[in-house]
């Protein structure tokens, strides 16, 4: 990772400067964009190695850098230069749990010095550092004055308190004594004494609780990959037989075969039926499973809106055969072009048309196009009955259906599926809808692509 001038610089020498730095590498994952989550775990992780590296080698000096990762995205760098040689040139946590709160931890060789280094990736919506801001950011941290030791013990109280309900009692006491603090000066360094305990044992609790939590992440993980294979695989099973169904199906009722009397023909068309009905549900789950599982990748190019909606307007014409429902697809506007992979954003597309023409009795399903600065709006609206909004998340979980349309037939699984591919495409699928008005599905996409 290149660096070039630190954002921040500070030096750790003596006890109360473990409060400081703690405090300033919050400041400065803030600034920078972490989430709040990100904040504490990167603070904490710097407080515990600056305790270690206080108590071996007496101190270190401390820089924060952002860099470019290995994979194009910017990190948060944070450098402790040791006071004195590291005993073998080696480090390692007292705490086996300080790696997982950071991405990277261990020591490195930096123009001759031996410099622990710990790095956190800055989110994806934060990623627009330029140099300009950066300078700014160095201006703003240079010209703040960091707060006592007593302001971040109490600021990571609060972080506690949010998330552990069990601190509470702590919160009161240290609320005494900051009361108490604020009436007299008497007895300060037995307090330092006594709130270094307290935070180093809160930051060994904060660690725990977050390797735990990356524990459960990991098997919930786990359990959805297990999820999507047995879907893929029992779905990839049943396609062959329900394929020969419908196969033999068409033999028994062609005119070269034996003649069936009139009950054997209709009994074999609902054999048919119902065969090709769960065949559509088998090619349903198999798409669904490839989403969750991560096997479809976009291939990006410019696509012509244009043209994809001119292929819709012509292919789903077909479906509209009642004449009390008018297709209506409007010409996007001038130049129609984005980012995307044509393929999955038609399939989105027909999708929600397809949907929209089956629970539309009488009126129009209208499908509109606009440009809003970067993004597109794709919009497919309709004059149907409606969703109430407490079901309007409901409707993306897989096999749900709104109560009442289940005579219209599906799977369910259409909108999952297409909610799935518009992620894939890096944009959303909104809805709006009201009883008796009508639904409207937009897919709003970049248009300069994920």
Request: hydrophobic content about 40%; cysteine-free.
């Amino acid at each position: 990772m290149s660096a070039g001038e630190p954002l921040l610089q500070m030096a750790l020498r003596v006890e109360q400067d473990i409060f400081l730095v703690r405090q300033r590498g919050r400041e400065v994952a803030a600034a920078v964009g972490l989430e709040h989550q990100d904040q504490v775990r990167l603070a904490t992780a710097l407080s515990e190695v600056a305790r270690d590296l206080l108590r071996t080698v007496g101190g270190a000096d401390v820089a924060f850098h952002v860099v470019h990762g290995p994979d194009g995205r910017r990190a948060l760098r944070v450098d402790l230069t040791p006071a004195s040689p590291l005993p073998g040139g080696r480090y390692e946590p007292q705490s086996g749990a300080v790696a997982h709160l950071v991405d990277t931890l261990g020591v490195t060789s930096e123009e001759g010095d031996t410099v622990v280094r710990m790095s956190r990736r800055v989110p994806a919506a934060a990623q627009a550092l330029t140099e300009a801001r950066l300078a700014e950011l160095r201006a703003e941290l240079g010209h703040s004055a960091p707060g006592s030791a007593l302001d971040e013990l109490a600021t990571q109280n609060e972080q506690l308190i949010a998330a552990l309900d069990e601190v509470r009692s702590q919160r009161d006491e240290l609320a005494v004594l900051n009361a108490e603090l604020e009436e007299t000066n008497r007895g300060v360094m037995a307090l330092y004494t006594q709130l270094s305990e307290e935070l180093e044992e809160t930051n060994r609790g904060v660690v725990a609780l977050y390797a735990e939590l990356d524990e459960k992440s990991a098997q919930l993980r786990t359990a959805s990959e297990s999820k999507s294979r047995f879907l893929a695989n029992v779905s990839h099973e049943l396609r062959a037989p329900v394929t020969a169904i419908i196969g033999l199906g068409r033999l028994l009722t062609d005119s070269a075969s034996d003649p069936l009397t009139p009950e054997q023909s209709e009994q074999v068309e609902l054999i048919r039926a119902s065969a090709a009905d769960l065949l559509s549900l088998v090619n349903a789950l198999l798409d669904l499973a490839k989403a969750e599982s991560g096997r479809i990748e976009p291939e990006w190019a410019d696509v012509d809106l244009r043209a994809v909606f001119g292929q819709l307007r012509g292919t789903l014409r077909a479906l509209t055969n009642r004449s009390a429902v008018e297709l209506v697809v409007e010409e996007p506007p001038a130049p129609a072009v984005l980012r995307s992979d044509e393929v999955l954003l038609s399939q989105v597309l027909r999708n929600l048309l397809h949907n929209a023409l089956k629970f539309t009795e009488r009126g129009e399903v209208r499908m509109t196009a606009q440009r809003d600065d970067e993004r597109w709006r794709l919009s497919v609206s309709d004059t149907g009955v409606g969703i109430r909004p407490e079901l309007h998340e409901r409707i993306f979980e897989e096999f749900y259906q709104v109560p009442g349309a289940s005579r219209v037939g599906g799977t369910g699984l259409g909108l999952p599926y297409a909610r799935r591919l518009v992620t894939l495409l890096g944009g959303t699928l909104e809805l709006t809808s009201e009883p008796g008005r009508g639904s409207t599905f937009t897919v709003v996409l970049p248009a300069s692509g994920a």
